[in-house]
C-alpha cells in the first residue's frame, strides 16, 4: 500500500508529464484553497439577510454573458 506522500508524488509526476511543468502549475493554482471559515462567515452575513433581500439582489444581477465565468486555459 502506498503512502500518502507517495501517491501526492506520483499525481505530480503524472501531470507533469502529461501537462508540462508549466501548466501544471496553472492547474495547481486553480484548485488552490482560499482563506478563512467560509461556514462561519457565511452564517454570519446570511443571519443578517432575508431570503427577500438574497433573492432581490439576485434578481439586480446583470443578466450579461454568463460564459464570461468560463475559464479558458491554453
Not at 505530480?12 to 501548466?23: F, H
Amino acid at each position: 500500500m502506498k503512502t500518502q506522500h507517495e501517491i501526492i508524488q506520483e499525481g505530480y509526476e503524472a501531470l507533469i508529464n502529461a501537462l508540462g511543468l508549466a501548466d501544471t502549475l496553472r492547474f495547481i493554482q486553480y484548485f488552490q484553497s482560499g482563506q478563512g471559515d467560509y461556514t462561519k462567515e457565511r452564517h454570519h452575513w446570511l443571519e443578517k439577510k432575508s431570503v427577500g433581500d438574497i433573492f432581490q439582489e439576485i434578481e439586480q444581477l446583470p443578466r450579461d454573458d454568463l460564459s464570461k465565468y468560463d475559464e479558458v486555459i491554453e
